[in-house]
């Protein structure tokens, strides 16, 4: 048994709770990897990959604004380094 479900059998009770954890879950792995597939099979390697890299980057930028996530200085400096791989790419000819 899971840890947790136990815990959460209330919750299958509530159609509005089992109807939005349906919606978070697709919101949040479906969506974003049929999207990835589509990019995937449309851009070049380089500029898909480059893509990839900047996802961290974007992911501290909105966990700093909608989150009140202020990143460390570690994550300043991976930000800071995949900043410089994006300004050091060049796209596939």
Do not use: K, N
């Amino acid at each position: 048994m899971p840890i947790g479900l136990l815990q959460a059998t209330r919750a299958f009770g509530d159609p509005w709770l089992v109807i939005a954890g349906v919606g978070v879950g697709l919101c949040s792995s479906v969506i974003p990897y049929v999207c990835d597939q589509l990019a995937m099979a449309r851009l070049p390697r380089a500029s898909f990959a480059l893509m990839l890299a900047l996802l961290p980057a974007m992911a501290a930028v909105i966990g700093a604004l909608v989150l009140a996530q202020v990143p460390g200085w570690e994550e300043l400096l991976g930000v800071a380094l995949v900043v410089a791989g994006v300004a050091v790419h060049r796209p596939a000819q």
